[in-house]
């Protein structure tokens, strides 16, 4: 994954840092998460329109863009005909640009939402680990060695210190 920098200087480093702390949060986490919501209001009230990349159309949309160029090529007073002639042809409309005119399709809310998950994701894999490793509620540790219960001293993990009873 890559990576974007940011200058700062010391002073507002350690303020951010400080923030994600008393957030309970890693710093890299609140920054992509402040990220992403920025971006989002940035971009709120501001139109924004970008060229898609040839690797972003879909195999759909590629095989379109042909047809489209092909009835173009082949009929130079194509864009004369109506819409009702030009579809019946095949021709379908490809949109080669991302926009954030349409509030159904607004790639800065998708993109911003992408960063957000980015963050969110190792956040639930951690909380997961957390889970995985925390001791359960129901169940009784003794703290003194040379005993067959479990015990948290028996081993360098709870994993490792569980002693089964011979009861």
């Known amino acids: 994954m890559d990576s974007l920098n940011i ?35 940035y ?32 009929n130079p007073k194509f864009h004369y005909q109506s819409d009702a002639e030009q579809k019946a042809q095949g021709y379908k409309y490809v949109n080669n640009t991302y926009d954030n005119y349409n509030r159904d399709d607004d790639f800065i809310e998708k993109l911003a939402d992408e960063i957000k998950e980015n963050a969110l994701k190792q956040i639930n894999i951690d909380n997961q680990k957390i ?9 009784t540790y003794c703290l ?7 015990s948290i001293v028996n081993g360098n993990t709870f994993k ?8």
Request: proline share 1%; with cysteine.
């Open 7 to 41: 200058p700062l200087t010391k002073k507002q480093l350690s303020l951010l840092k400080r923030i994600a702390k008393a957030d309970d949060r890693r710093l890299e986490d609140l920054i992509n998460l402040v990220f992403s919501c920025g971006l989002s209001y």
């Open 43 to 74: 971009f709120c009230e501001r139109s924004i329109c970008v060229s898609k990349n040839n690797d972003e159309f879909t195999e759909d949309e590629i095989k379109q863009k042909a047809l489209n160029e092909k009835l173009l090529k082949d």
């Open 131 to 139: 889970k995985d490793e925390i001791l359960k509620e129901d169940t």
């Open 144 to 150: 003194v060695n040379g005993t067959n219960e479990k």
């Open 160 to 167: 490792d210190s569980e002693v089964k009873n011979d009861d």
